[in-house]
């Protein structure tokens, strides 16, 4: 299969290239398309054998269910049972934005949406090319993260195109993604939401409009079965090994490690901030930025990680933050980046 790649400007989106898209999708294929967060792979999402292309495409696990997007509240009635008050908060707030709210679903949502559980994964995108494209389509857009399964999430076309070139017809490229981590999910089908999985809308943040929010056990304690099927499995893996050094003497251990890695002949890149860039000339680097702007260090981290492999490093030496507000979602994926190998110093 040929994949082709169209762009899109967001401020005048061409028509005719989302009613291509829109045909592929309603012909029951898939189309890789921007959100605010990451691309995600589409596909028709109350179309059963076309959510079973996605799993295939992305080698994804069939037990790990997919986030439906809509792009107004018409298509949420059609899909759940009822919607709780929590959940009528967090949708006024939140949506159209990066928060995926799950809920009991009505039997129209085939299993292989919601891996044969009996709730499914909801979110509204704010970005107005998904926004457009799912309005034309006029189905729910069935959509992971447009990787290949344990891969770093996409952020641009051409990170959708290295995982997935041959496996499906269409990218639609809007340019990189404005957050560049996943949305946060949470669970509103029990009494007292849950958050599944951190995102941009931080605990902090959702605890303010929710008092009674809490975090899923596995978040607080490494040792918990996350309730989140996609939680459990290896993610957002670089081909390099890597290791993550949070603290005040950070830099300094980066920079021993690296010297010791390097005599034994590994090529080594380092995941560091501005001010402590200059430490590493001896080394490929990529900075997050400014260690106060953590937004930013999340519309860069998954894009660093693939650029650290795009240039044959064999170990990724990174700097991590604490634990608390965005840092909590950026910390979540760089756990699993680094398969846990993170120092507090
Ligand atoms: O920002 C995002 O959420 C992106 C963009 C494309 O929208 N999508 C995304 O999808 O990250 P994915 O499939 O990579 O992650 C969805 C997460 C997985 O951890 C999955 O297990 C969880 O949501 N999930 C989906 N349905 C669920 C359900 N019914 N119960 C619990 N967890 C669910
Ligand atoms: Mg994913």
Same mark, same amino acid.
């Given at each position: 299969?040929?994949?082709?790649?169209?762009?899109? =400007?967001?401020?005048?989106? +061409?028509?005719?290239?989302?009613?291509?898209?829109?045909?592929?999708?309603?012909?029951?294929?898939?189309?890789?398309?921007?959100?605010?967060?990451?691309?995600?792979?589409?596909?028709?999402?109350?179309?059963?054998?076309?959510?079973?292309?996605? *799993?295939?495409?992305?080698?994804?696990?069939?037990?790990?269910?997919?986030?439906?997007?809509?792009?107004?509240? +018409?298509?949420?009635?059609?899909?759940?049972?009822?919607?709780?008050?929590?959940?009528?908060?967090?949708?006024?707030?939140?949506?159209?934005?990066?928060?995926?709210?799950?809920?009991?679903?009505?039997?129209?949502?085939?299993?292989?949406?919601?891996?044969?559980? +009996?709730?499914?994964?909801?979110?509204?995108?704010?970005?107005?090319?998904?926004?457009?494209? /799912?309005?034309?389509?006029?189905? $729910?857009?069935?959509?992971?993260?447009?990787?290949?399964?344990?891969?770093?999430? $996409?952020?641009?076309?051409?990170?959708? *195109?290295?995982?997935?070139?041959?496996?499906?017809?269409?990218?639609?490229?809007?340019?990189?993604?404005?957050?560049? /981590?996943?949305?946060?999910?949470? =669970?509103?089908?029990?009494? @007292?939401?849950?958050?599944?999985?951190?995102?941009?809308?931080?605990?902090?943040?959702?605890?303010?409009?929710? $008092?009674?929010?809490?975090?899923?056990?596995?978040?607080?304690?490494?040792?918990?079965?996350?309730?989140? $099927?996609?939680?459990?499995?290896?993610?957002?893996?670089?081909?390099?090994?890597?290791?993550?050094?949070?603290? +005040?003497?950070?830099?300094?251990?980066?920079? =021993?490690?690296?010297?010791?890695?390097?005599?034994?002949?590994?090529?080594?890149?380092?995941?560091? *901030?501005?001010?402590?860039?200059?430490?590493?000339?001896?080394?490929?680097?990529?900075?997050?930025?400014?260690?106060?702007?953590?937004?930013?260090?999340?519309?860069?981290? *998954?894009?660093?990680?693939?650029?650290?492999?795009?240039?044959?490093?064999?170990? /990724?030496?990174?700097?991590?933050?604490?634990?608390?507000?965005?840092?909590?979602?950026?910390?979540?994926?760089?756990?699993?980046?680094?398969?846990? @190998?993170?120092?507090?110093?």
């Amino acid at each position: 299969m040929i994949t082709k790649i169209f762009s899109l =400007d967001k401020d005048n989106i +061409d028509q005719n290239i989302l009613n291509i898209a829109a045909n592929i999708i309603n012909e029951g294929n898939l189309v890789a398309f921007p959100t605010e967060t990451v691309y995600g792979l589409g596909a028709d999402g109350l179309n059963e054998a076309a959510c079973q292309k996605i *799993f295939a495409a992305k080698g994804r696990p069939s037990d790990n269910p997919l986030i439906l997007h809509i792009s107004n509240q +018409d298509m949420l009635y059609n899909l759940v049972d009822s919607i709780n008050d929590d959940a009528k908060k967090l949708i006024k707030t939140c949506w159209p934005g990066p928060l995926t709210l799950i809920m009991k679903k009505k039997s129209v949502v085939p299993d292989a949406v919601t891996a044969g559980l +009996d709730t499914v994964a909801i979110r509204m995108p704010s970005d107005k090319i998904a926004l457009n494209f /799912i309005t034309k389509a006029n189905t $729910p857009i069935a959509a992971p993260s447009a990787n290949t399964s344990g891969k770093p999430s $996409p952020t641009r076309a051409k990170d959708v *195109f290295q995982d997935l070139n041959g496996k499906i017809p269409m990218i639609l490229d809007g340019g990189s993604c404005k957050i560049g /981590i996943e949305s946060t999910v949470v =669970d509103c089908s029990e009494k @007292n939401p849950v958050i599944l999985r951190p995102g941009y809308y931080t605990y902090e943040y959702l605890k303010e409009i929710i $008092p009674s929010i809490t975090l899923d056990d596995a978040l607080v304690n490494d040792g918990k079965i996350p309730k989140s $099927p996609g939680q459990k499995y290896k993610h957002y893996s670089p081909n390099a090994k890597m290791k993550v050094y949070i603290g +005040d003497n950070a830099s300094k251990k980066i920079l =021993d490690q690296a010297m010791k890695y390097k005599n034994q002949n590994y090529k080594v890149g380092i995941l560091t *901030f501005d001010d402590s860039i200059a430490y590493f000339d001896d080394f490929k680097t990529i900075s997050f930025g400014n260690r106060d702007n953590l937004s930013y260090m999340s519309h860069v981290l *998954f894009t660093a990680l693939r650029e650290m492999d795009s240039v044959g490093v064999d170990i /990724i030496l990174a700097e991590g933050v604490n634990d608390i507000d965005l840092g909590k979602s950026i910390m979540n994926r760089m756990k699993k980046s680094a398969s846990n @190998n993170i120092f507090y110093l």
